[in-house]
C-alpha cells in the first residue's frame, strides 16, 4: 500500500482526536486501501457503554458536519452498542468493549495497514 495522502491524514486526525477528546480509547485506524472495496480507512474506536458510544457518535457527526462532510449512513445509533459511521472512504465503528471483541473486526480486516494518526494527550 502506498503512503496516506496528507489529506486524508488530515481528516482521519481530526476523526480520532475528537473521539479521543470524548474519552473514546483503544482508537485503531486501518488502512485498507486495495484490500476492502467498502471504503480506504476504518475507525475502530471504543466507549464504555451504549450511552457513551452514542455520545461519541453524536460528537463525531457535529465535526464531521464542521467540516462539510455528512455520512452517507448512520447504524445502530438507537442501541449504542455497535454504531457505524459511514463516510463512503473512512467507516468509523463505535463499540462497547464486548462487542468489538465479539466481531474482531481487526481479525477480519487483518492484511489492513495500521494507520499511526497522532493524537494530541493534554493533562
Same mark, same amino acid.
Given at each position: ?17 475528537? %473521539?479521543?477528546?470524548? $474519552? ?5 485506524? /486501518?488502512? &485498507? ?27 463525531? %457527526?457535529?465535526?464531521? $458536519? ?5 455520512? /452517507?449512513? &448512520?447504524e445502530g445509533q438507537r442501541e449504542g452498542d455497535w454504531i457505524v459511521l459511514d463516510f463512503a472512504d473512512i467507516i468509523v465503528h463505535l463499540f462497547i468493549p464486548d462487542m468489538r471483541e465479539k ?21
Amino acid at each position: 500500500m502506498s503512503k496516506i495522502p496528507s489529506k486524508d491524514l488530515k481528516i482521519l486526525e481530526r476523526i480520532c482526536q475528537s %473521539l479521543f477528546d470524548k $474519552k473514546g480509547f483503544n482508537i485503531l485506524t /486501518l488502512d &485498507v486501501r486495495g484490500i476492502s472495496t467498502l471504503s480506504d480507512y476504518f475507525v475502530i474506536v471504543e466507549g464504555n457503554v451504549a450511552k457513551h458510544v452514542q455520545a461519541l457518535a453524536r460528537e463525531l %457527526l457535529d465535526v464531521m $458536519k464542521e467540516g462539510g462532510r455528512r455520512p /452517507l449512513h &448512520v447504524e445502530g445509533q438507537r442501541e449504542g452498542d455497535w454504531i457505524v459511521l459511514d463516510f463512503a472512504d473512512i467507516i468509523v465503528h463505535l463499540f462497547i468493549p464486548d462487542m468489538r471483541e465479539k466481531y474482531a473486526l481487526e481479525q477480519l480486516w487483518h492484511e489492513g495497514k495500521i494507520v499511526d494518526v497522532p493524537i494530541r494527550v493534554t493533562a
